[in-house]
C-alpha cells in the first residue's frame, strides 16, 4: 500500500497528533482493510521520508514523541482512514506549532550552513516560506544564510 506524504498528514490530521507507534498502527489497519499485509519496514520507512520532507514534524510533549502535519504537507485522507477513530483510541492532545516552528527554524539554519549543494539549498528555501505560513515565525535568516 503506497501512501503518500500528504496522507500520512492526513492520517496525523484526523487525529491531531500521533505516535509514531500509531501511526504505524493505524497504516496496519488501513494496508488490513485493503486486504493487504502491512509490510512494518515499509511503513517507517514512509514515515521516516515524510519527517525528512517536512511533511511530519516530531514534537516531544509530556515526554513522548508525537508526529504533527508539517508545513511541506496538504494533508488528504487515504482510503477508508475516516473509520480510523472508531478503530484505535488515541487520547486528544495539543501541540504548539508557533515553539515547533521555532524549532524548525534552527534546524532550517543548521541545514543552511551545512548544505553545499545548488539543489538542496533551494528545497530549504521553499521550506522556509512553507514553515513560515504554517507558524507565526520569520524565517528570513535561513533566507540570508542560503543567500
Avoid: C, Q
Amino acid at each position: 500500500m503506497a501512501t503518500s506524504h500528504d496522507e500520512l498528514a492526513g492520517v496525523v490530521d484526523l487525529f491531531g497528533a500521533l505516535t509514531p507507534g500509531e501511526l504505524r498502527e493505524a497504516l496496519s489497519e488501513l494496508a488490513f482493510k485493503a486486504g493487504r499485509e502491512a509490510n512494518e519496514e515499509a511503513i517507517s520507512g514512509r514515515i521516516a521520508a515524510a519527517t525528512e520532507a517536512y511533511a511530519l514534524v516530531e514534537s516531544e510533549e509530556g515526554g513522548e514523541t508525537l508526529l504533527v502535519p508539517g508545513p511541506t504537507a496538504f494533508p488528504e485522507l487515504p482510503p477508508d482512514a475516516t473509520d480510523l477513530p472508531h478503530i484505535m483510541s488515541v487520547p486528544e492532545r495539543s501541540v504548539d506549532r508557533d515553539a515547533l516552528g521555532e524549532r524548525l527554524i534552527e534546524e532550517l539554519l543548521a541545514a543552511a550552513e551545512a548544505s553545499d549543494e545548488d539543489a538542496e539549498r533551494a528545497e530549504l528555501r521553499e521550506v522556509s516560506y512553507d514553515v513560515e505560513a504554517w507558524a507565526a515565525v520569520d524565517a528570513s535568516e535561513v533566507r540570508s544564510r542560503l543567500d
